[in-house]
């Protein structure tokens, strides 16, 4: 059913003419993004834990924090951490640089979710390999594109 | 009223992990979302935050529309000498804030 918010976001859509199309980051969008971090490197999945509510009422401000398998010594550590989503109007989150310093790979923050959907996260090792952890989320209220708060 | 609060120890032991909060009051308008009339608001953003320890960069953070209001952010860092801890938000329409917190390794 396309409910009264749905349509007005659609309209709103239209009236940015070319190049307009969706408002929102489509999983491709976030497969650019990912890309465009880890160019043409593998990604495996495992040693990321990306940790979120599972059910999500305020989606304006959502828990997140990721944390990362390394012993964090200068031969071997955690570069950075990037989080994409799929569904919000821009793919990328946040992206963090940390080095042995650290003493742990592991940060936490707030974000906006937009709708229910995968957000992932990749941690680039000194080594130059890259792995990946997501977290399914479902969003009950979107943020991003909530009006009338104006 | 402050605009930035961040929490450190104050006191640690050398080697100890320390786990470091920052947060800063910011809009951080997204940019995607419109008036009642239609106008769209244009985004205003923290693009980034910088931490360092007695000048040296050990944690840096690229911000996007995706993060909540007021952003805060908690990483970690080795407590290796006592010194200054010196934290830097910048983001659009000049944005600048800095913070800065002294800690005590033993």
Redesign the interface.
């Known amino acids: 059913m396309t409910s009264r918010r749905n349509f007005l976001i659609a309209a709103?859509g239209l009236?940015l003419g070319a190049g307009g199309g969706s408002?929102f980051a489509t999983p491709a969008a976030m497969q650019d993004a990912i890309r465009t971090v880890v160019g043409n490197a593998p990604v495996r999945r495992g040693r990321v834990k990306l940790d979120m509510p599972p059910l999500i009422d305020n989606s304006?401000?959502?828990p997140l924090?990721v944390a990362v398998e390394s012993p964090m010594t200068p031969a071997d550590h955690v570069k950075a951490i990037h989080v994409f989503?799929e569904k919000?109007?821009?793919p990328?989150?946040?992206?963090?640089?940390?080095?042995p310093?650290?003493?742990?790979a592991?940060?936490?923050?707030?974000?906006?979710?937009a709708d229910t959907q995968t957000v992932t996260a990749i941690a680039e090792f000194s080594d130059g390999s890259f792995w990946s952890g997501s977290a399914s989320v479902v969003v009950t209220l979107s943020a991003?594109?909530?009006?009338?708060?104006? | 009223m402050a605009s930035a609060v961040v929490n450190v120890p104050a006191t640690t032991k050398r080697g100890e992990?320390i786990e470091i909060k920052a947060l800063v009051r910011h809009a951080m308008e997204?940019g995607?979302?419109?008036?009642?009339l239609?106008e769209s608001?244009p985004r205003d953003i923290i693009r980034q935050f910088v931490c360092s320890?007695n000048g040296?960069e050990?944690?840096?953070?690229?911000?996007?529309?995706?993060?909540?209001?007021n952003?805060?952010?908690?990483?970690?860092?080795?407590a290796?000498e006592s010194g200054t801890l010196a934290f830097r938000w910048t983001g659009d329409n000049g944005f600048t804030v800095t913070e800065s917190a002294a800690i005590t390794v033993v």
Not at chain 1, 144 to 150: D, M, T
Not at chain 2, 58 to 69: D, G, M, Q, T, V
């Open positions: 709103g009236g408002v304006n401000s959502v924090s989503t919000n109007p821009q990328n989150v946040v992206s963090v640089f940390l080095g310093r650290a003493g742990r592991s940060i936490a923050t707030r974000v906006r979710i991003c594109l909530e009006e009338g708060l104006i | 992990i997204t995607f979302r419109r008036t009642q239609g608001i320890y040296v050990i944690f840096r953070a690229e911000l996007h529309p995706a993060i909540a209001a952003p805060l952010l908690t990483f970690t860092t080795v290796t």
